[in-house]
């Protein structure tokens, strides 16, 4: 092991149970680290697709580390002895929480105290230009291999101010789009089953241009599991939101998200293609902002890049991924 490594406490390694035991614990540390996209690096994100977009669960094949208060949360996956986050489709996640510049460090010592040589490991999540990533390159001279490559990025709505203060930032044009826009009804589907609200949710994707073309992401049995298990997960906290328009008397849209502290997190917007030229999906996008707004939330991410996002967010937060082998 590199002799620059500091010294840490009891490096405690977890299985999977027992770190879906410490959820709670992980998500403090998750909520005080900045420089990550703070919900999808959280357990809920991670341990739905863990489980349904990349297979069962097992116990033999994770490096989950916690050490005060930082932690490593990794799975063997794909090929032995290379290590990937719970979620490793999007990387939208960050797998090294807690201190940014101690987390290098803690990886390396993990890597040398409980494993073989060489190990890859694969990092997403990593805001470009951080200080999370200026140490991980720091500690390049300790690679048997070090590669950078683009992750997804986020855009960010800042509600730090409110809504108000949010809508005054966007242009003239937007304002003016906003407020023409026609009335529709919006519903909070929070706190319905989880069943009807899959049931609602699934009869207006049905309804859209992208189920007719077949490519929406729902045709995906391993991507509709894995938006299942969010909702279940969500609900059984909480911190699902989820609301519903109607227009003549029949669900013509929907918007689906989490909370995570004081951040949401959107994960599906919709609208059944025959109300197109009602504005829904801006509606819906718009009640959400006041709502979260109203409830405390200050950071709304709206998910991957999306030309029609540039309107709505007050950022982009760019995020690379790390492939390191040690």
Known sequence: MPSTVRQFAKLNRLTYSEFLERSDEFSASVSGMNEIASFCSGPIWGNAAHESLHGTASESNSLIIESDGNWLVFVERQQPRVFLPLESGWLFGSPLIGDPDRLPELLLKAAHEFLPSPVGFCIGGVR???RLHRGLRARREFCRQFKEFEATDCMMIDLADGFDA?????????????????????HDGSKLDEDEALERMMAIQRQTYKWESGEDIFQSGSHAAFYRSLLEKLQARGELRLLFAQCENEDSGYIFGGVAGSVYRGFQMSYVEKFRDLGIGNSLQLENLRRQSDAGIVEYDLGMHSPYKERWADRHDRYVAVFMVV
């Open 166 to 186: 949010w809508l005054a930032r966007r242009s003239r044009k937007f304002r003016r789009t906003m407020r023409n826009l026609p009335e529709i009804e919006v």
């Open 128 to 130: 470009a230009e951080g």
